[in-house]
């Protein structure tokens, strides 16, 4: 392993997962192991957290994958990787500034934004984008504090786990969510909420959702929901689809589990009995799923949405989908995009418009006529698209990995003519920017921690923390707290 001059300098744009895992994959790497290539990282996020999607997309209530921000934490609490938050690449940062100071960059700037809906009416009042509001309920501070939750009847457009998040975060009382990490202003938000119905609207069928069983199951979990099924959707699945999802163990859990509920409602129907939650608690909310529905409009009035309308959709002997000619209208207050992310262009690297990824090969960012430049590179979801759970950000990053390897072997790398770790800083300091810390994020962790310790949830318990929302504070909290930013 052949690297000009020690130690190797590299950049990594955004502390998401795939930011992380990348710096940490290269540390773990055989040559750095075993010392025969020294390495030095900055790792830069936009916002003044770490953790990308994790800490503002994620669920609240899962808390489970919430925590992968432990693991997280763990490899940037060692010292081996320097965090600098509120910096943002394009703005505080130039693609020359990274050439300058380091011998290579990794973007991993994720994918931010809404996938479009093409249908007409996308622009009425009431139509929001999935991406918007999840990062309103996750208290991102780059986005509105209030959202409107006047509408009784509500669509969520989507068969993701994304539009099960917005779905489940629709139906649930405010109160329920408390014992989450939501920010003040969110639970305040949802318990003025006038939602009654919440529709899921998918283009295919039951055994089409990207559903997980296990998130499918959780739909029906929040008190006081009821969940409503059409016996037509499942009516209309042919022997031959029931063969094939008999045959696939995910697909069929996740079809029984709308198969029970359907059961459960028609039983309850023979034998007249009221519907309650799956606990037996009266109905204050109903959760449709609606399948074989494909979007055709948003209606609306004096610019304000009123209603969707939608095409009943079937497969063919060839498993393609098509338009039956039935159309169906919905009054709905308000529609939920759930249709996908996006990824955003970065300023001076090519970029895939229609893909919303970095032109790249392996992980080696290219032109977009596929020649390589040296020592720039990508990882999650810029890299490959907005698919993919957490994990998978982890083998990508053993791929790009492998290539920063290769080309630091290959001496292909131009090693950046300022080699000192305060440069950096300097400049950020010289533009103004304040830039937060490890310890900043330590202090402002903390400080959140201690507020959900001094509140409590419906139950009386202490909560688990409370968000700072608003980026200024969150700035504040950090900066007041920093010393000198580490790399042990
Ligand atoms: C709503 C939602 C729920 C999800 N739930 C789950 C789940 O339950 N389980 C699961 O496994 N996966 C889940 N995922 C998927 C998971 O979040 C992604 O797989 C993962 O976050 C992708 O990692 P990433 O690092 O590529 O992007 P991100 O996590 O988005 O990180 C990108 C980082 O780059 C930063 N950045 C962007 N632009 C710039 C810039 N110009 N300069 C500096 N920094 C920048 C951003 O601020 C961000 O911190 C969910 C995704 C969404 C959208």
């Known amino acids: 392993m052949s690297s000009s001059q020690q130690p190797f300098r590299l950049a990594v744009i955004g502390s998401g997962p795939a930011g992380v895992y990348a710096a940490e994959t290269l540390l773990r790497s055989a040559p750095v192991k075993s010392g025969e290539l020294e390495v030095s ?64 960059v990794i973007f991993a700037t994720g994918a931010l934004k809404d996938a479009d809906l093409p249908v007409p009416g996308v622009e009425l009042e009431g139509s929001h984008g999935a991406a918007d509001f999840v990062a309103w309920y996750d208290g991102n501070p780059d986005y509105p504090r209030t959202w409107e939750l006047d509408a009784e009847q509500v669509a969520v457009i989507g068969n993701g786990n994304v539009a099960l998040d917005v779905a489940r975060v629709l139906s649930k009382s405010a109160d329920e969510l408390l014992r989450t990490e939501i920010p003040e202003n969110v639970h305040t938000g949802l318990k003025d909420a006038r939602t009654t119905d919440v529709h899921v609207f998918g283009r295919r069928g039951p055994a089409q959702t990207k559903f997980s069983p296990l998130e499918a199951r959780e739909l029906a979990h929040p008190q006081g929901l009821q969940v409503v099924m059409d016996p037509r959707d499942l009516e209309q699945i042919t022997e031959a689809q029931w063969e094939a999802i008999r045959s696939d163990k995910r697909t069929d859990q996740v079809v029984q589990t709308f198969v029970g509920w359907l059961e459960e409602q028609q039983r ?57 000619g039935e159309f169906v209208d919905y009054e709905l207050g308000a529609v939920y995009r759930a249709v996908g992310y996006h990824g955003s262009p970065l300023p001076g690297i090519p970029y895939d418009p229609q893909r919303g990824v970095l032109h790249n090969a392996a992980g080696r960012v290219t032109e977009a006529d596929g020649t390589v430049i040296p020592g720039v ?99 504040r909290v950090s900066r007041d707290a920093v010393q000198e930013p580490s790399r042990a």
């Open 377 to 475: 590179y990508a990882n999650g979801w810029i890299k490959r698209g907005p698919v993919g759970l957490i994990g998978a950000t982890k083998s990508d990053a053993i791929e790009t990995i492998a290539c920063v390897l290769e080309d630091i072997d290959a001496g292909v790398l131009a090693p950046a003519p300022v080699r000192d770790d305060e440069a950096i800083l300097r400049l950020l300091e010289d533009r103004g920017v304040e830039y937060t810390t490890w310890d900043g994020w330590m202090a402002l962790d903390a400080h959140e921690q201690s507020l959900g310790a001094a509140a409590v949830d419906a139950d009386g318990e202490p909560r688990a923390r409370i968000k700072v929302v608003e980026r200024e504070e969150m700035v």
């Open 268 to 324: 309850r129907e023979a034998a007249g009995e009221e519907p309650t939650d799956r606990e037996g608690r009266p109905v204050q909310r109903r959760l449709h799923m609606h399948f074989w529905h494909r979007p055709v409009e948003i209606l609306g009035e004096d610019g304000s949405v009123t209603g969707m309308r939608f095409e009943r959709t079937h497969l063919d002997e060839e498993g393609t989908l098509q338009g039956t």
């Open 41 to 104: 990282i900055d790792l830069f996020d936009q916002l003044p957290a770490p953790f990308g999607l994790i800490r503002y997309g994620v669920a609240p209530d899962h808390p489970r994958i919430k925590g992968i921000i432990t693991a997280l934490h763990r490899i940037l609490g060692r010292g081996d990787i320097r965090f600098l938050g509120d910096v943002e690449f394009g703005t505080d940062l130039t693609a020359e500034d990274l050439r300058t100071h380091y011998d290579a």
